[in-house]
Structure formats: structure tokens, C-alpha cells
């Protein structure tokens, strides 16, 4: 999708002509050599080479252009210099670099990965690129969705079931160039610092080096990571595979897998070296044989779920792998979940929107460059992340984090502040929570265990990021900072109230704090000494709001801080008020299952509904078009349900994935159908939800499984996960089938009702599928569910809150409200 400034109001007819042709000047092979006797050398090539040997020379023999030779060799494309460029940089054919070693200042360079050199990187230096202990997996590439499911992969699984497309590692080589330079103290990228090839890369994310090694053998890249934490390189670079996936290769899969190791050794070094000697092996010399090959390697994944499960990992025939206890001593630094600190220095606010997300991240990415106070300490940071952003235990987490940190940063941006717009007072709204709590408690510094000493804003206007600058509008100008309603948002300011006085006892609040208007409370955060996004240099922006951040950091932090900053030391212990049953201290190892002990967090990707269709259509082949949602649970659903002991849902997300949608659906309905449904409502939405859809959410096992989690009998309806998980999506789809109409299912009926109860209907509530049972007459009484228990239970519990003429006028509504 061509959205971005100076791409989105073009239209491309012939793209052959308008950029295939142009950029294949740019990257063609201008040269033959021994593994390819092909040359292009066109009239205008002559011409450059001509006008300029040095930067000829460095074009071919390092990949680096310069703005000059690139007008020249675009000289008939004039007119479109400025597009074509943006597309070159758009889909990674080429990235912006800034090279103090080469380029004279002001002077634009770009790096071409397909014409960098090739290496061999198994020789001299490249071989030993490091002294320290560092960090080694694979990334495996497939269209083939079975072979991430298996415990164990040879060389010769990759080998035959892998597809590594040529060109991906140059995309991804220019994204992570990019992301290096975007993170980097000084914003430079220098020949001097990193090793950049065609087929191996040595980079660096501050201070931590890297390695990149294309292995097409394999269909995989080798990832080797300095130190023992690899996960934030690893983190970035999964983004960024995603990115380039989505631009470029959709039908593509990939996944992480570890190298196992016969023993766990003492030294760590010496365990570095050893795994890397044998990832050589196996991802560079063929063993043909599959009875000789002794390596293996793991899916990350599954090592992820049998360690959150404490289960032992079982491969072929239900032999053991390795015991539970095995996993953590072999794969811990692969698999750590950092718990929280016992205080913070920063709390970053901000709302979950495309800019604000990316800004945060770069934000977090490069406070690792810096270490702060006497005691040279990282910078540690409370991040909002979108697991969090639901729920009031999760609310409570994020007041005790605010209260427990140093400075408050707060991303104030047209993006946060539009949906305070629409604020009538009765809306809750998360960010404004945390705003309001912040200068509450920055006015009561040192009250009880309150250690909030400052609050630095950072503004945006309306924003985006071009090749590394941030271009920015004035946000005190803009019509959405002046649009800010004088309206006391009351549920905000109650919950606010209430999360304070109960993690606080005794507090009292400012005078007027009840009266406080959305325009007022964004006006006093602003009056704090903040970051203007727009009075910066395009290009300086983010390198410049991070050492204001630390300078703010270094003036408020305390002369004797300290932190339990090690990755194993206890979370912090808070009491939850009695509203949040049962009344606990929360251990590091409890924090996880409140987060998954909610049902909407139970949700899938639409991208992995998506997986499940592919691999629906690999097990049942001709007959998939036949098959049920019923069918695909006994064979793909239940079966991973039993592998793992949880949900399909959780076995893919162990951490939970937050519903958007809400999927009422009837089993009985052609799976294919189903998604076809799902597809058409959200086809023109850039961004897929996550789907809540009962048969990947619940647990699918026995009958005794499934009454244990519905509580049939148990407990009230509006506890049961279907309405728990209603409630907490934020909005409501219902797929119809041409085989069962979804007013003769119990459960449809259910869901309807109290959709319409908590607002859904009718203006957050989309339909789809086909309309069959238009004509059909609804009752509720004839209306069946897969045990009969729900069917009593459920018309039990609403007979005693409606009539049965309520009920059918429901009913009624219902099957008319379907039909639309």
C-alpha cells in the first residue's frame, strides 16, 4: 500500500515502465565476474562512470551511491526523481546513509545491498568476528506450515521443506541498516564500525554487535548475538522480517530455531563457540544422509511453550527431548520474560497508534546507548505495551509502575489526544488515566512510597518519518489541539481517584481535582518544560529528544538509586484492593496468568486464522470445501490443544493476544465459508484485528474439559468466557453460513443479547457470510447448543431476567438485524 506523503496521490498504470525499468538500472549487475559473465553496461552508465571514477568505484565495488550518480543515471526520469526514489527506499532496494568516513557534508548517499560484495564468511576475521561470549539461532524461511509444528529439524528438513526467496536478505539487510542508524547515539552509520555484505552482515544496536549470514543452503539466516541477552536485536529483527514479508513475499513463513546442544556446559564462552562450530557445519557442509545427520535444531516456540508450561519437550514416537527442568539451563537466555523492576527511572504514556508506537520504540531502543548516575546504571523503562492496555488489573499495574518511577514522559501528539475529542465524561479513557495520576502524584512527591519527581511532555504534531527524519506540524496550532472539550471527564477522574486512595491510603487530593476538564488537564501537563517535535531538525529529532530525556533523567534522579535490576530478581509486591478478587500479592510468576486468566486476552491473529486455512487445506486436500469448524477442530485444534494443555489461542500466544472482534459463529458452518466471511469484513482494513472465535479460544478436549471452563451451572452468564470476552473486545461480528441458521444456536442467542446489552449493537457490530435463513421463523426454544446443559442453562438464567415474549422479541430483532 503506496500511504505514504508523495505516494499516495499517484496511480501506476504500467509498473514495468514507470519503476521496474528505472530501478534495474540501479541494480543490475553492471559487471560480469566468475560466477557470471553478464554485463549491463548502457550508454548512461558510461556517461556516470565518465563524470566521476571515485564514486563509480564505490557504487560497484561497495554498494554505496551517491545522490549525484543516481540523478545521473535517472537523467531521462527527471520528472519522477523524487517518487522513484521514495519506492526504492519503500520496498528496500536501496537505504539512506549518513558515512562521516566517506561523504562530504550535505552530500546524500544511499546503500544498494544487491550490489555489495559476497564474502565467505567461515574465513579469517569474519569467522572470529568476536571476542565475547555471544548468542546463536536460526531464522528458517518455508511456505510449508507443518515443518514450524515439528519438535526436531534436520539439516534435510531445511534443506527440502525451506524457501529462502532471493533478494529477501538485501531487504532485510536495508531495514536493518536502517534501524541501526535510527537507534545509534549519533544517527551515523560508518564503514569503520560494521562489516556490510551481500550475503554477511556484522552491525551493531549501541554498544551490542551482531551478525547476519545469509545460508541459502538451508533456506535460513544465521543470527549471531554479542552477549548473554539477545532478545532485543532478536525482537528487532522480527519486526522488521514481518515488515518485509508483508511487503513482498505474503505467502511466506518463518520462524526461530535454536541448535541443541548435547550437554549444558559451565562456561559460557566455551558453550558460544561450540554451538556456533556446529551451526557452521550443519548450515554449510550437506550431509546427504539423513541416518548420519546428528544435529538438530528447535523451534523456539515450542521450546517457549513446554518452558511456560513446565512440561518436558517430547519429539517422534512420545520420546522424551528434554525433562522441564533441562529447558531453562539450555535456552534461558532465549527465553526470558523481563519481570519488572521494584522502581523505574522513565514511564513512558503513550496511545497504541502507527506514529506514537514507532517513536516509543526508537525512544526505548536508544536509552540503551546510555547509562545514567555514580553507579553507571541502564536506563530502565515502564513501556506500555498493547499486552497491558485492558483490564483494571492491568490499570492498577500501571498506577503502582507510575508511582514507583522517576519521570513521567508522556508521547502528547495529535494521534493521543483525538479520542479525547469525543470524551462526553462518561467515557474511560487509559491515557488520560495515566496524565491525570501523573500530576496528581508529581504534586506529592515523597507521599507515602510516591517517588515521581518530574514530568518532561513530549509533543507531536501530526507526524511521520521519512528516511530517518521527523517531520512534525505544530500541535499547539493544529485543529485538534484547539478542538479539546471543557468537559469533566468523570469516569476517568473516579477511576483515577479510586486506583490512588487505594494504592495510597491517607492520600488527599488536590482541591478541585473532580472538576478537572480534558482541555485543562492537557493544558497543565504542557506547562512543564517539555520536547517540541516541530522546533527540532528534521534530522535530529529523535537523537535529540533522548539526550533531553537523559539530562532530564540524570537532574531528578536521586544521588543513591538503585534497582533489583537483575533479570531474576523479584517483581514488585502490591496488595490489590478487595475490588479485585482474590485479594493477593502478585509474584513474577502470577503476572503472566492474570494477563492469560482473561478471556479476552484468548484471541488469535488474523494472520494465524489465516495459517489454519492453509493448513486446514494441506490435511483435508479435495475435501476441505466439505469440512466443518467441527472437522478442523478434531484435527488440528484438539489435537495442539492436547499437546500443550491450553488453548489453541495460548499455545500460539502464551503471553494472550487482546481481542478487537468478537466472532459469533456456528459450527456447523463450512470452514472454508467462514473464512471467506471473515475475509470480506475486514478486506479494506489496513491493519487485521485479532479474532476472538471460541473453537481456538477455549481449551478443546473432552466433555469434562469444556464444562470445566463454561462453568455450566456454576456460575452466572455474564462470568462465562464467551461474555467476559465479549465485554472486553472492542467489537462484535457475526458470520452467517448457508447450512445453520444462527438464531437455532443457543449460544448465538446468548451472545446477541448481551452484545446489545453492553452497546454493541447496532454501530459496533459488522455482518457477513451469506443470508439464507432470511425467510426462517427463530425459537428460542428450538434453538440447540452441543450440550444440553448450555441450552437449560442459558434459557434458565434469561427467563429470570426477561419474559419468554422478551426473550422472543430478541429473537426477533436478532434474525432481523442478521438479515441486513
Not at 516456540?301 to 513446554?306: D, N
Not at 502507527?354 to 546507548?369: E, G, K, P, Q
Not at 419468554?804 to 441486513?820: C, L, P, S
Request: charged fraction near 20%; charge should be neutral; glycine fraction near 4%.
Amino acid at each position: 500500500c503506496l500511504n505514504e506523503d508523495g505516494l499516495r496521490d499517484i496511480v501506476i498504470f504500467d509498473a514495468i515502465a514507470y519503476f521496474v525499468v528505472p530501478s534495474t538500472i540501479v541494480i543490475c549487475q553492471h559487471t560480469s565476474n566468475e560466477t557470471s559473465p553478464t554485463s549491463h553496461l548502457m550508454e548512461v552508465r558510461k556517461k556516470c562512470r565518465k563524470k566521476s571514477i571515485s564514486q563509480w568505484n564505490n557504487f560497484l565495488e561497495k554498494g554505496i551511491l551517491t545522490e549525484s550518480l543516481l540523478r545521473g543515471l535517472w537523467e531521462e526520469y527527471g520528472d519522477e526523481y523524487e517518487r522513484l526514489l521514495l519506492l526504492m527506499l519503500k520496498f528496500g532496494l536501496m537505504v539512506s546513509l549518513t558515512l562521516t568516513s566517506i561523504c562530504k557534508e550535505g552530500m546524500n548517499l544511499y546503500l544498494v545491498p544487491s550490489l555489495l560484495p559476497t564474502v565467505d564468511p567461515n574465513q579469517g576475521n569474519l569467522l572470529r568476528w568476536t571476542n565475547q561470549t555471544f548468542q546463536s539461532c536460526l531464522l528458517v524461511f518455508t511456505i510449508d506450515l507443518a515443518l514450524s509444528a515439528k519438535t526436531i529439524l534436520f539439516q534435510s528438513d531445511l534443506v527440502s521443506n525451506g524457501f529462502l526467496p532471493s533478494g529477501l536478505f538485501e531487504r532485510i539487510i536495508s531495514k536493518m541498516v536502517l534501524w541501526c542508524q535510527s537507534t545509534s547515539c549519533n544517527s551515523t552509520f560508518c564503514y569503520d564500525n560494521v562489516v556490510v555484505n551481500r550475503n554477511m552482515v556484522i552491525l551493531h544496536f549501541g554498544s551490542q554487535r551482531f551478525r547476519m549470514v545469509a545460508c541459502p543452503i538451508i533456506n535460513s539466516i544465521q543470527l549471531d548475538i554479542e552477549g548473554q541477552n539477545p532478545l532485543p536485536v532478536h525482537h528487532a529483527l522480527t519486526d522488521i522480517i514481518e515488515n518485509a514479508i508483508a511487503e513482498c513475499f505474503k505467502s511466506l513463513r518463518w520462524f526461530t530455531v535454536l541448535f541443541h546442544s548435547s550437554s549444558v556446559e559451565d562456561n559460557a564462552h566455551n558453550k558460544s563457540t561450540a554451538i556456533a562450530d556446529n551451526l557452521g557445519q550443519f548450515t554449510h557442509e550437506l550431509q546427504p544422509n539423513k541416518a548420519d545427520q546428528q544435529s538438530f535444531v528447535v523451534p523456539l516456540q515450542i521450546l517457549s511453550q513446554a518452558a511456560v508450561n513446565r512440561q518436558p519437550l517430547m519429539k517422534a514416537g512420545a520420546r522424551k527431548l528434554y525433562d522441564a527442568d533441562e529447558i531453562q539451563p539450555r535456552y534461558g537466555t532465549w527465553l526470558r520474560i523481563p519481570e519488572p523492576f521494584d522502581k523505574y527511572m522513565v514511564f513512558l504514556s503513550y496511545r497504541w497508534m502507527t506514529f506514537d508506537s514507532h517513536c516509543v520504540s526508537l525512544i526505548y531502543d536508544i536509552f540503551s546507548n546510555f547509562l545514567i548516575g555514580k553507579y553507571h546504571t541502564a536506563v530502565n523503562v515502564f513501556l506500555d505495551k498493547r499486552l497491558f492496555q485492558s483490564g483494571e488489573h492491568f490499570q492498577f499495574i500501571f498506577v503502582k509502575a507510575l508511582t514507583q518511577s522517576c519521570v513521567l514522559m508522556p508521547i502528547v501528539s495529535a494521534d493521543s489526544l483525538k479520542k479525547m475529542i469525543s470524551d462526553d465524561g462518561s467515557q474511560f479513557d487509559n491515557i488520560l488515566l495515566e496524565w491525570v495520576v501523573g500530576l496528581e502524584l508529581v504534586k506529592k512527591a515523597d507521599v507515602g512510597d510516591a517517588q515521581l519527581k518530574a514530568i518532561f511532555p513530549i509533543a507531536f504534531g501530526k507526524s511521520y518519518i521519512h528516511e530517518n527524519k521527523v517531520i512534525s506540524e505544530n500541535l499547539f496550532t493544529s485543529t485538534t489541539y484547539r478542538a479539546l472539550p471543557k468537559v469533566v471527564p468523570t469516569a476517568t477522574l473516579a477511576r483515577a481517584r479510586y486506583l490512588l486512595t487505594h494504592i495510597h491510603p491517607g492520600m488527599k487530593l488536590s482541591h478541585g481535582f473532580m472538576k478537572q476538564t480534558v482541555k485543562g488537564i492537557v493544558k497543565n501537563l504542557m506547562k512543564y518544560k517539555g520536547f517540541l517535535a516541530w522546533d527540532q531538525p528534521h534530522e535530529c529529532v529523535i537523537e535529540n529528544l533522548v539526550r533531553e530525556c537523559v539530562e532530564v533523567i540524570e537532574r531528578n534522579l536521586p544521588e543513591n538509586w538503585t534497582t533489583n535490576d537483575s533479570i531474576k530478581s523479584e517483581i514488585i509486591e502490591q496488595t490489590l484492593p478487595q475490588k479485585w478478587t482474590p485479594t493477593v500479592s502478585i509474584k513474577s510468576e502470577e503476572v503472566l496468568q492474570i494477563f492469560t486468566d482473561n478471556p479476552a486476552m484468548w484471541a488469535i491473529s488474523y494472520k494465524q486464522l489465516l495459517e489454519v486455512e492453509d493448513l486446514a487445506k494441506s490435511t483435508f486436500k479435495k475435501d476441505f470445501k466439505s469440512k466443518s469448524m467441527r472437522d478442523i477442530n478434531e484435527k488440528i485444534i484438539k489435537p495442539m490443544c492436547q499437546r500443550n494443555k491450553t488453548s489453541y489461542a495460548l499455545s500460539k500466544n502464551s503471553k494472550g493476544l487482546k481481542s478487537d472482534v468478537f466472532v459469533s459463529h456456528s459450527w456447523d458452518e463450512p470452514f472454508g465459508e467462514f473464512i471467506i466471511g471473515i475475509q470480506e469484513a475486514f478486506q479494506n482494513k489496513l491493519e487485521k484485528p485479532n479474532l476472538w472465535i471460541c473453537a481456538f479460544a477455549l481449551l478443546q478436549g473432552n466433555a469434562e474439559d469444556i464444562t470445566t471452563q463454561l462453568g455450566t451451572g456454576e456460575m452466572a452468564l455474564d462470568q462465562s468466557p464467551f461474555v467476559r470476552a465479549l465485554k472486553g473486545s472492542d467489537s462484535y461480528l457475526i458470520v452467517r453460513n448457508s447450512k445453520k441458521d444462527l438464531c437455532a444456536r443457543i449460544w448465538c442467542i446468548c451472545e446477541f443479547i448481551f452484545a446489545k446489552k453492553y452497546g454493541f449493537i447496532p454501530s459496533k457490530t459488522r455482518i457477513t457470510g451469506p443470508d439464507t435463513f432470511a425467510k426462517v421463523t427463530p425459537n428460542c426454544l428450538n434453538a440447540d447448543s452441543f450440550d444440553p446443559k448450555d441450552k437449560a442453562m442459558i434459557l434458565k438464567e434469561l427467563l429470570n431476567e426477561h419474559s419468554f415474549e422478551e426473550i422472543e422479541e430478541y429473537m426477533n430483532q436478532f434474525h432481523a438485524f442478521v438479515k441486513m
